[in-house]
């Protein structure tokens, strides 16, 4: 098995591609070693004590360096983990016991909650989000999520390497608020969430 890497817009992220399926719907942000406790493997990565945050996205995981982290030391060692994981075939989650069911990705939470007033407005976000803006945003190894729409303000989370990226703000007011004014004339601006 080899296990490719890719640089993202974050330099304290790595995108590593293990040539398989990571998560077969929907992707799984893990900000701390608290949260990872649901996964192995994220549990593993976070062991190295020089990772920050982990990402898994449909056929990539994302590694955070911690600050003061090493990559050229460190990315060996989240190579062999994953090398361990996914040729072992473990779960990529912990299940509650031998019949139990895997735990499921993050459900989306709302900041905002959205008036059933502008539900086509929220369908045509999310519409844009998946086809135009989601791809793209996994392209750097991370993912975007939909938090809510409130008085023509789009709220949305970055994930994976784009959260915490130097570059984040201006993807998000630049690129995709652009996108979203463009395309949703009822869209005035979009905030992180």
């Known amino acids: 098995m080899f296990i490719e890497t890719e640089t993202t817009p974050n330099p304290a992220t790595l995108k590593f591609l293990p ?8 992707t799984r942000d893990f900000a701390s070693p608290e949260d990872a406790e649901a996964s192995p493997l994220a549990q593993a990565l976070f062991d190295t004590g020089e990772v ?5 996205g449909a056929n990539f995981v994302s590694v955070t360096a911690a600050p003061g982290a090493d990559w050229a030391s460190l990315k060996p060692q989240v190579v062999g983990v994953l090398l361990d994981h996914f040729i072992s075939e473990a ?32 369908d045509m976000i999310k519409e844009l989000l998946e086809t135009r803006i989601r791809p793209a945003v996994a392209n750097d190894g991370g993912d975007i999520r939909y938090r809510g729409f409130r008085d023509g303000v789009v709220y949305l989370q970055m994930q994976g ?10 993807t998000l007011k ?3 608020e652009g996108l979203m004014k463009h395309y949703i004339p009822e869209v005035t601006e979009v905030r992180a969430a």
């Not at 920050?52 to 898994?56: E, K, T």
């Open 174 to 176: 630049q690129g995709i």
């Open 161 to 170: 390497a784009c959260s915490g990226c130097p570059s984040s703000t201006a």
């Open 19 to 26: 040539g398989r399926q990571v998560m077969p719907s929907g």
């Open 91 to 122: 779960p990529l989650f912990h299940t509650p016991n031998a019949g139990g069911i895997a735990v499921p990705p993050e459900e989306d939470e709302l900041l905002v909650a959205d008036d059933p007033a502008n539900a086509e407005i929220v």
């Open 52 to 56: 920050s945050g982990v990402f898994f």
